[in-house]
């Protein structure tokens, strides 16, 4: 279920067994958590969901080497597009929003109303294409902070405006 133009590979299911780890980034310690090699998610600090403590998850800060290897390379300016293994768990709906996510270019923004219509949905559909994005389990990789408001401003991102302003003046947007 990969786009044309995305790297990564997705598999649609529950990791088990649920590994986290922790990962130092300029915006902070970042969650990772999945099987331990393939991500289901990646939680920026000052999101609410995916924080630690998860119990149901073991801990293991020597877990996704290959991730952390592109997250470096990505905060270095060395990394315009994530090539990693990750699985996923979202409504069909929600899955075509993430993977259009995917085909948002380095450096690049787009608007919630051309994200819905680059899924071939309704603008009647670009609040639930608005909801889809804010439920990405997959922050930076999958880039949610690439999509702005239709005036061009900076509205939701689950780890803050802050983190979305910083990653988009990485990326040369801003």
């Given at each position: 279920?990969?786009?044309?133009?995305?790297?990564?590979?997705?598999?649609?299911?529950?990791?088990?067994?649920?590994?986290?780890?922790?990962?130092?980034?300029?915006?902070?310690?970042?969650?990772?958590?999945?099987?331990g090699?393939?991500?289901?998610?990646?939680?920026?600090?000052?999101?609410?969901?995916?924080?630690?403590?998860?119990?149901?998850?073991?801990?293991?800060?020597?877990?996704y080497?290959?991730?952390?290897?592109?997250?470096?390379?990505?905060?270095?300016?060395?990394?315009?597009?994530?090539?990693?293994?990750?699985?996923?768990?979202?409504?069909?709906?929600?899955?075509?929003?993430?993977?259009?996510?995917?085909?948002?270019?380095?450096?690049?923004?787009?608007?919630?109303?051309?994200?819905?219509?680059?899924?071939?949905?309704?603008?009647?559909?670009?609040?639930?294409?608005?909801?889809?994005?804010g439920?990405?389990?997959?922050?930076?990789?999958?880039?949610?902070h690439?999509?702005?408001?239709?005036d061009?401003?900076?509205?939701?991102y689950?780890?803050?405006?802050d983190?979305?302003?910083?990653?988009?003046?990485?990326?040369?947007?801003?």
């Amino acid at each position: 279920m990969t786009t044309p133009a995305a790297a990564n590979r997705t598999t649609i299911s529950r990791p088990e067994p649920l590994v986290w780890a922790v990962h130092d980034s300029p915006l902070g310690a970042l969650v990772l958590t999945g099987d331990g090699t393939a991500l289901a998610s990646l939680t920026v600090p000052g999101q609410r969901e995916g924080q630690p403590p998860l119990p149901e998850a073991t801990r293991d800060d020597s877990a996704y080497a290959e991730a952390r290897s592109q997250l470096d390379a990505y905060f270095a300016g060395e990394l315009t597009r994530f090539r990693l293994e990750f699985t996923i768990r979202g409504t069909p709906f929600r899955e075509r929003v993430w993977q259009a996510l995917d085909s948002i270019p380095y450096g690049a923004t787009t608007t919630y109303g051309e994200l819905a219509a680059g899924i071939g949905a309704s603008r009647a559909a670009v609040r639930a294409v608005g909801g889809a994005v804010g439920a990405n389990p997959l922050l930076i990789v999958r880039p949610c902070h690439r999509v702005i408001g239709a005036d061009g401003s900076l509205t939701g991102y689950a780890g803050g405006l802050d983190s979305k302003r910083r990653l988009l003046t990485l990326e040369g947007v801003l």
